[in-house]
């Protein structure tokens, strides 16, 4: 890593907890193979110091800042602008200073989009059953509905929450369908129709998480993608490729939003490769953890 000197500019992330975060190993990765005099560190921000700790960006000289849970959507309110698809997801989880102003954007949807089409799928005009409406889930649908899917099914456990996306995405579409499920069991059938079934809900990051989606309701056709990332690969996502699906894994969104975010913040492109490679040293590292953990729970008879 470029040592640390007067020269050495900061950029970070506020969350809480930022215990588990891959972005400083992918950011660092990236200002280290473009040799730039940059860092970038977790800040561990309870909600309490949220608007304190916004406040300090400026006169600490920070130059960017990412946002992670809880703080996406109420960072809104402590900055000077925000992007419209930022607005229009009503989540920002990258900030930018210009000219001693905060911009708020959002890179997630964006992200999403850029790993879809690395692996080979351009969802125009297909059906997407979307699992979530959190701030996740609204990034990822905004960016749907602009790439022209023709069908957005919303399968959520609150309902206020899946029908506001709802409407956010009716205002936005121009001729896609867009509802509200509760249940599996209302899902219409449309065989062969081509379809992109994305799990936007948390389940899939703890070892004892119940499936999404039931396996046996995913198609041979269909794309399957979790935006839960893993060491290794999801139960959904081992699920749908028993059932014959294509698979699109979380870690393809959370390196190309960060790619995103590191060309906001530099304005030069992202140094994807080594960016990849960081993110992957560090998911074989903390497999092996995980792993270690998932035997040792097993030999104690909790599994
Ligand atoms: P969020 O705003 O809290 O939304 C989570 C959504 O999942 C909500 O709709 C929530 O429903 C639902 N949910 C939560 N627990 C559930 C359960 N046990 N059963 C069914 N539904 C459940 O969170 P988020 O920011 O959207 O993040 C969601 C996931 O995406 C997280 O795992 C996060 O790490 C991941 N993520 C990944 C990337 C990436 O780059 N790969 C980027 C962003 C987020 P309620 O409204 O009822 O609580």
Not at 4 to 17: N, Y
Not at 49 to 60: K, M, R, Y
Not at 101 to 118: A, C, P, Q, W, Y
């Amino acid at each position: 890593m470029t040592a640390v000197s007067g020269q050495t500019r900061l950029f970070g992330i506020f969350g809480d907890p930022v215990g588990h975060t891959l972005s400083p190993t992918i950011h660092n990765a990236a200002f280290d193979a473009l040799h730039l005099p940059y860092l970038y560190v977790p800040f561990r921000v309870s909600p309490q110091f949220l608007s304190a700790s916004v406040a300090a960006i400026l006169p600490l000289g920070i130059r960017g800042i990412n946002i992670t849970i809880p703080h996406k959507e109420t960072v809104l309110a402590h900055l000077d602008h925000v992007t419209e698809e930022a607005s229009a997801i009503g989540a920002v989880n990258t900030i930018e200073v210009v000219s001693g102003r905060l911009i708020g954007h959002n890179t997630d949807g964006k992200g999403f989009m850029r790993s879809l089409s690395e692996s080979g799928v351009s969802p125009m005009g297909w059906r997407v059953i979307l699992l979530g409406a959190g701030g996740a889930a609204r990034a990822v649908a905004v960016s749907l509905i602009g790439a022209g899917v023709s069908e957005v099914i919303i399968m959520a456990r609150t309902r206020d929450r899946a029908d506001k996306l709802a409407d956010t995405l009716s205002a936005l579409s121009q001729g896609a369908s867009v509802s509200v499920l509760t249940s599996t069991h209302m899902l219409p059938e449309k065989q062969g129709y081509p379809t992109l079934l994305i799990n936007a809900t948390p389940l899939g990051m703890k070892d004892d998480d119940p499936l999404p989606f039931p396996a046996t309701s995913i198609e041979p056709h269909w794309v399957v993608a979790d935006i839960v990332y893993s060491t290794g690969e999801t139960p959904l996502l081992m699920a749908a490729k028993r059932m014959g699906a294509r698979t699109v894994p979380g870690t393809g969104m959370l390196l190309h939003q960060a790619a995103i975010t590191f060309e906001i913040w530099t304005g030069r492109p992202a140094p994807l490769e080594a960016m990849r490679s960081a993110a992957s040293s560090w998911c074989d590292t903390h497999k092996g953890v995980s792993e270690n953990r998932h035997e040792r729970r097993e030999t104690e008879g909790h599994l």
